[in-house]
């Protein structure tokens, strides 16, 4: 059975978020033949994660040491068991919203989603091999697409190797059709999920 999880950070919501429009769109694609597998959504909008400070890292390390899994590496144990990761994520302020961030710094533990080798290579423990990254943005990403960038790295640092990414952008400058390029958008994400 394929364990599929989905990270959605659209804090504006699923019925104005046009990166959820785009993400729901590409997740019913994907899932439409695969009965068997099971969805998993992390709704960061209602999850209230909080960054870490000197008391949950310390929390945390002992959780790590004494080979629990607590409260602070729950989320970690549960994200590198997954199959598959669909990231949802408008383009904010150049990357993606804060909360998407704080939930790649509870999932980011040694031991659990990574770890070091005795020369001190790292060496990813997450189960995923691919992953896709879908954005929105108001405006043009170009050479500006340090979310996706950064997600890419912190995959790989997990073993997740194949990332993907989808977008529709442009969708604020005054001259596009906005339902034209999500539609276009909505066309490479079919291709795309009969790939991934």
């Given at each position: 059975m394929e364990n599929v999880v989905v990270v959605n950070a659209c804090l504006r919501g699923k019925n104005i978020s046009?990166?959820?429009?785009?993400?729901?769109?590409?997740?019913?694609?994907?899932?439409?033949?695969?009965?068997?597998?099971?969805?998993?959504?992390?709704?960061?909008?209602?999850?209230?994660?909080?960054?870490?400070d000197k008391e949950m890292v310390e929390q945390r390390d002992k959780e790590?040491?004494?080979?629990?899994i607590g409260a602070l590496t729950k989320l970690a144990d549960e994200f590198s068991k997954a199959d598959t990761v669909i990231i949802l994520a408008p383009y904010w302020d150049m990357s993606f919203p804060a909360a998407l961030k704080v939930f790649f710094e509870h999932i980011s533990v040694c031991g659990?989603?990574?770890?070091?080798?005795?020369?001190?290579?790292?060496?990813?423990?997450?189960?995923?091999?691919?992953?896709?990254?879908?954005?929105?943005s108001g405006g043009y990403i170009g050479d500006y697409n340090y979310g996706y960038d950064y997600t890419k790295g912190l995959f790989n640092f997990f073993g997740i190797n194949d990332v993907y990414f989808l977008s529709a952008e442009g969708l604020d400058i005054i001259g596009n059709n906005t339902d034209e390029i999500l539609l276009n958008a909505k066309k490479e994400a079919e291709i795309l999920s009969e790939k991934f």
């Open positions: 046009r990166t959820y429009d785009l993400g729901n769109f590409f997740l019913k694609k994907y899932m439409r033949e695969k009965k068997e597998a099971e969805l998993k959504e992390y709704l960061l909008s209602d999850m209230n994660l909080k960054p870490f790590v040491s004494e080979g629990n659990i989603t990574f770890k070091y080798e005795k020369d001190g290579t790292p060496k990813g423990l997450c189960k995923a091999k691919k992953a896709v990254y879908i954005t929105t």
